[in-house]
Every structure is written in structure tokens, then in C-alpha cells.
């Protein structure tokens, strides 16, 4: 649907109803696996000769419109679902480093992504530089060695939502002939579309604002098209496999069989049929029917986020510091106007000034915001970063990251903006109360 604008693919990319009993809704196709009805074609599905289903950890029409609907989004060749986001980030470095060498990534990201590089990783023989989003492009540079094997970051950080040069990095990755991969998680293609801007590789979680009501877990990653895999640094997508043969049962090379997108292919018939991280088509369908309003949603995400922005700024009794692109004292000015026309993301982090026990409170006390360790949702969602989301990061990994111990993370939903304001300031207050009567008793 190349033809299509964005709000149009999202409601209908990836789907024909004449291919589907005339169904206006995407069924769920749920079922193990599917018929071959003939000995001849079952030979051309495992050939890769004939489009279609075999066995619904490998691929399901429910999960099929999602991969392609996402896909066009992002204006990728090829998609793949997964039963988590998590699922869909490490399936990807492994896929990506063969299970071996290096990956440049930053101390600002997600602190379960953060614990699987340092924890997990090492032991099957995959390691990480990690570098600061302040460093210059010089000091990334020095970080790449001979066995980097690919750059990644995310599009909006978390919690702190800090930016990138994605184009400069993407220059920079393709100097030494390694894929840049962006987590694309908080922006969402509606807000940004990395392979536009240089990037060979997105990976989401579908959990967070591609569903945005909170009740199934997924992840997706998305293939871009013009990424040279070459033999010396990925011989994976050159080894021969048997489970890969033509008709004539010659092995092949998921680039001879798959040449418009091995990588796609090869964590399909790899990672996602061995691992088994399958997404179920019934969570598909939920996230499917998310995306169908994912423009309109995220405008009014954004537009909450700028109002209670604003607010905080004049909270400076109890609100230190606010991390966000479009904030007054924000490094990522360029960088928003360049990358996020239509805004930075619906997640902003503050810096609460005050103690640990007033922090807390402050948490306990409002009644909109709800206290969980998600984002993107049509809820608007609050939590101390430090001790949640980034629980997995000792104190000085966290001062590495730039997370301060008071971080404070907002994902802002589809309420009123003037009832979160409302929410935030009677929290406030109630905190401003309590020191003033700490100070009479004194």
C-alpha cells in the first residue's frame, strides 16, 4: 500500500477480506497448523516456493497482517512477530552477531535490555561497548572494533527520552559495514521511521504504544532493504542449510533462498521456530486493533505530554529538572525539529525534589496516574525509574546512564489534559502541605 498515506495503511495495510471469508475484521486464526492438501504443494511450502502456512509457530495469518501491516509502516520489506519485545531484541542481536562479537549500544536504554547485555549475552559469547548519548561522534567511532557487528540504540530513551543523530550514526555504522538497529519502541512509526533516516533494522515493543491499551505483550521487528550482509562479517546468511533446499533438494543460504530479506527469514525459520517466542494470534488481533487508531492516539499523547511539560516547568519548589526534547533547557532541540515533526513521544521524566519518603507519597497520592511499569497506554502511567524499570542497574550504572536517584517517570494517556495537570498539582500540594506542617511543628 506504498500508495496509501499512513493513517489509511494503519487501518487497512496487510489485509483483503476477499482473502478471508469477506471478513471486515481480521479473524484470529486459531489453530496449531494448517492443511498441506496435496503431498506436491507441501513440497513447495517447505521450499519456499508457494506462499502459505504450515504450522503456526512459523507463521499465522493473524500475525502475518500485523508483521506486513507494520512493516509498511515503517517502509520495511519484511516483518517479524514475536511473543514479547524482549523476545524480539535478543532474538535479533543473536540473529545479527551469528553468536559471536560485539555490539555499540549506550548506557541509555531499557534496564531489562540494559541486564540482558550485561547477564545473558556475555555467556553465549556476545559482548557490548557501551558509550554516552553525550559522546561526540569521534568517541563512538573509537568504540567500534574489528568484531562490532552492529550498532544499537533506542529512537527515544528510556526514561529520560534524550535523541540521537540517527543519520550520523547511520553513516557511521555503514563506514565499517555493520547494520544500525533502533528500537523504535516510544515513537512508534507514526512519530518516527527509522529506516528513513539510515537504519537497517527497527525492533518494537508491541506491548507499549503500537497496542496503547495495555492487555497483550508482543514484539515486532521490522527489516529495511538496503543492507549489504557481507560474507567476511555475517557468514551465517552465506552457511547452507538442509531445512532451506529447493525442490530439487539442494541446500541453501537464507541469501539464495531469501534474497530480499534474510535476515527476516532467517529469524523466522531460526529463532522464532527454535526459541519458540510466539506471539499468539489472539494477542496479534488485540494489537492489530490498536494500531487501527495509532496516529490518533499518539496525537493526543503528544499533545498532553507538551501541556503537562509546561507545568512542570513552573513546579520548581518540587520538580528539580524535566528530561524531555521540546523541555526548556533540553539538548535535543535540533535533533527533535530535525527527527520528531510530529512530536518526541508521550514519555517524559522529571527530577522530584525532595526526599525518598516524599517521593513515595507523592507516587501513592495521585488518582489518575497509574503506578505501573508500562508506557504507551491510553492510561496515563507513573513510576520511579531507578527502583523499577531500571531496578536491574546498580547505583553506578544508573549515574551512567544518567538516572538520577529522584527520576520520576510520566507516560502520558488519552485523558483530559487539564485532569492530569489537576491530578500532579493536589499530589503536589499534598506534599507542600506536609512540609508546612513539619515547619510549624519544628
Known amino acids: 500500500m506504498a500508495e496509501y498515506g499512513f493513517n489509511t ?12 471469508q469477506e471478513s471486515v475484521a481480521v ?35 493473524t500475525n502475518d497482517v500485523l508483521e506486513r501491516r507494520i512493516a509498511a509502516l515503517d517502509h520495511g520489506v519484511a516483518a517479524v512477530s514475536f511473543g514479547s519485545g524482549m523476545a524480539a531484541i535478543s532474538s535479533t542481536i543473536l540473529a545479527v552477531t551469528g553468536g559471536s562479537g560485539r555490539i555499540l549500544s549506550t548506557y541509555q536504554i531499557y534496564g531489562g535490555a540494559f541486564d540482558l547485555e550485561k547477564s545473558i ?8 561497548d557501551l558509550v554516552s548519548h553525550d559522546s561526540s561522534l569521534e568517541v563512538w567511532e573509537k568504540a567500534i572494533t574489528e568484531e562490532t557487528k552492529a550498532i544499537y540504540v533506542e529512537s527515544i530513551s528510556n526514561p529520560t527520552a534524550r535523541l540521537l543523530d540517527f543519520e550520523a ?29 539510515g537504519a537497517d533494522i527497527v525492533v518494537y515493543s508491541a506491548t507499549k ?25 555475517f557468514p551465517q546468511f552465506y552457511q547452507k542449510h538442509w531445512v532451506i ?30 526459541f519458540g517466542a510466539v506471539l499468539s494470534p489472539y494477542e496479534a488481533q488485540l494489537i492489530l ?3 487501527e487508531t495509532l496516529s490518533e492516539r499518539v496525537k493526543k499523547q503528544v499533545a498532553n505530554t507538551r501541556a503537562v511539560l509546561s507545568y512542570l516547568e513552573k513546579q520548581s519548589d518540587l520538580v528539580s529538572w524535566v528530561s524531555y526534547p521540546e523541555a526548556k533547557n533540553s539538548p535535543d532541540h535540533k535533533l527533535a525539529k530535525k527527527y520528531f515533526k510530529n512530536g518526541a513521544g508521550s514519555v517524559l521524566s522529571f527530577g522530584f525534589n525532595g526526599t525518598e519518603e516524599e517521593e513515595n507519597r507523592l507516587i501513592e497520592a495521585v488518582q489518575i496516574f497509574g503506578y505501573q511499569a508500562n508506557v504507551g497506554d491510553a492510561r496515563s502511567l507513573i513510576v520511579n525509574s531507578p527502583k523499577i524499570t531500571h531496578g536491574e542497574l546498580r547505583p553506578q550504572e544508573l549515574q551512567e546512564a544518567q538516572i538520577a536517584p529522584e527520576t520520576v ?16 498539582d493536589q499530589a503536589f500540594e499534598v506534599i507542600r502541605a506536609e512540609r508546612k506542617a513539619a515547619k510549624k511543628s519544628a
Do not use: C, M
Not at 495503511?9 to 478471508?20: E, F, I, T
Not at 521490522?222 to 543492507?227: A, D
Not at 541453501?252 to 531460526?270: G, I, Q, Y
Open 409 to 424: 517517570r510520566l507516560s502520558f494517556g488519552l485523558e483530559e489534559a487539564e485532569d492530569l495537570i489537576a491530578d500532579l
Open 9 to 20: 495503511v494503519q487501518v487497512r495495510g496487510g489485509y483483503s477480506p476477499k482473502d478471508n
Open 121 to 128: 549475552f556475555p555467556n553465549l559469547g556476545i559482548h557490548f
Open 27 to 61: 479473524p484470529v486464526y486459531a489453530t496449531a497448523a494448517f492443511d498441506f492438501v496435496s503431498v506436491e504443494r507441501a513440497g513447495r511450502l517447505v521450499a519456499g516456493e508457494e506462499a502459505g502456512f504450515v504450522y503456526t509457530r512459523i507463521g499465522n495469518p
Open 169 to 197: 550514526l547511520a553513516k557511521l555504522a555503514h563506514k565499517y559495514s555493520i547494520p544500525l538497529i533502533v528500537d523504535n519502541t516510544f515513537a512508534t512509526p507514526y512519530l518516527f521511521q527509522p529506516l528513513e533516516h
Open 209 to 233: 504504544a503500537l497496542n496503547g491499551h495495555g492487555n497483550a505483550i508482543g514484539g515486532l521487528v521490522v527489516e529495511g532493504n538496503s543492507f549489504h550482509w557481507s560474507r567476511e562479517k
Open 289 to 291: 486493533i490498536g494500531v
Open 245 to 274: 533446499r529447493d525442490l530439487e533438494e539442494h541446500e541453501r543460504s537464507f541469501l539464495e533462498a531469501f534474497p530480499d530479506f534474510p535476515l527476516s527469514a532467517l529469524l523466522r525459520l531460526s529463532y522464532l521456530a527454535y
